[in-house]
Nanobody
Framework: VQLQASGGGLVQAGDSLRLSCAAS????????VGWFRQAPGKEREFVAV???????SYADSMKGRFTISRVNAKNTAYLQMNSLKPEDTAVYYC??????????????????WGQGTQVTVSS
């Protein structure tokens, strides 16, 4: 499956952004879809995942601010980010992995990755 992330940009602290992840190539609905982010000099960090059956899981620091969703009919997943903070600045990646019994939260559990979209939050 091929993934294309979009929707990043430059915003101010407290603003909102919605990222999109468009998939093509295989049956999107059969995959778990996750979002990760990577800031300069840091490791790739788990943000959120929605499993193929619609179970959502979030990193603790994103709970209450970020919401993951998916519309299988559109082969698209979304990450709604509210109350953005400067520390949310990073390249955000979407990823897809084979359906798992436990929501995958590590990069190695994902088979396919998008190219990333930059999110910059100014203070």
């Amino acid at each position: 499956v091929q993934l294309q992330a979009s929707g990043g940009g430059l915003v101010q602290a407290g603003d909102s952004l919605r990222l999109s992840c468009a998939a093509s190539g295989r049956t999107f609905s059969q995959y778990d879809v996750g979002w990760f982010r990577q800031a300069p000099g840091k490791e790739r960090e788990f943000v959120a995942v929605m499993t193929w059956i619609g179970i959502a899981s979030y990193a603790d620091s994103m709970k209450g601010r970020f919401t993951i969703s998916r519309v299988n009919a559109k082969n698209t997943a979304y990450l709604q980010m509210n109350s953005l903070k400067p520390e949310d600045t990073a390249v955000y990646y979407c990823a897809a992995g084979d359906a798992a019994s436990i929501p995958p939260r590590t990069p190695v559990e994902y088979n396919y990755w998008g190219q990333g979209t930059q999110v910059t939050v100014s203070s």
